[in-house]
Every structure is written in structure tokens, then in C-alpha cells.
């Protein structure tokens, strides 16, 4: 297994998770990782992308300052520290990686950026 996500469970509507991302070394070694979402009769949505070269941090316009990407090297782990949620952040969240080289500049926000998902984790807000 190449990303394992976990952390995902039934939360009130303010509260808090921690998703983590466990990656294999080969799959962590890449360009970056990313999260991204799907709620049920939606279209797969970014929500965060974390790229190792430059150390930049890409967020979803919704997340207005509420989640934060981060990682362990040790670990091989990504993390995704959700804050004040919300029902609408009702989803699967599933943790991606990009370990091919493209030429040009990447949109991280798009998902054939990357090669490796992870299985999902559901992440359920009750207002």
C-alpha cells in the first residue's frame, strides 16, 4: 500500500480531527502531497497540497485559514489538522501524492497531478 489516510470519524460542527497520510519512502520521496475531498453527488474537490521542493503550501479557497498541511519526514506521514468545521466539510478525504516529473509549472489544485491515492477516510460534521 502506497498512502494509508486515517483519522476521519463523526465530529460536532466547531470541532476538530486530524487526518494523517502514511506514506511508503519511495511515495514520500516525490514532488509533493496533497488532500483532496469528495461529498456524496460532488465532484472530487482540493482542499490542501504540500510541495517538498519549495516548501510552499497550497490551500482550498474554503478553508479560510480553518486547516493546515503539514509533515513528518520521520514518519513519512502528512498531516491534515481540521479546526472549526463545519457540516459542509462532510466528506471523504483522501491523501494523494505526485512522484513523476512534468515539465512546467504544476497546478497542485488538480488531481491528475498526482499518481498515488490513498483508499479514503470519511470525515462526518453534525451541526
Known amino acids: 500500500v502506497q498512502l494509508q489516510a486515517s483519522g476521519g470519524g463523526l465530529v460536532q460542527a466547531g470541532g476538530s480531527l486530524r487526518l494523517s497520510c502514511a506514506a511508503s519512502a519511495r511515495t514520500f520521496s516525490g514532488y509533493g502531497m496533497g488532500w483532496f475531498r469528495q461529498a456524496p453527488g460532488k465532484e472530487r474537490e482540493f482542499v490542501a497540497a504540500?510541495?517538498?521542493?519549495?516548501?510552499?503550501?497550497y490551500y482550498g479557497d474554503f478553508v479560510k485559514g480553518r486547516f493546515t498541511i503539514s509533515r513528518d519526514n520521520a514518519k513519512n506521514t502528512m498531516y491534515l489538522q481540521m479546526n472549526s468545521l463545519e457540516p459542509e466539510d462532510t466528506a471523504v478525504y483522501y491523501c494523494a501524492a505526485k512522484t513523476k516529473y512534468t515539465r512546467g509549472s504544476s497546478d497542485w489544485s488538480l488531481p491528475y497531478e498526482y499518481d498515488y491515492w490513498g483508499q479514503g477516510t470519511l470525515v462526518t460534521v453534525s451541526s
Open positions: 504540500f510541495t517538498w521542493i519549495t516548501g510552499r503550501k
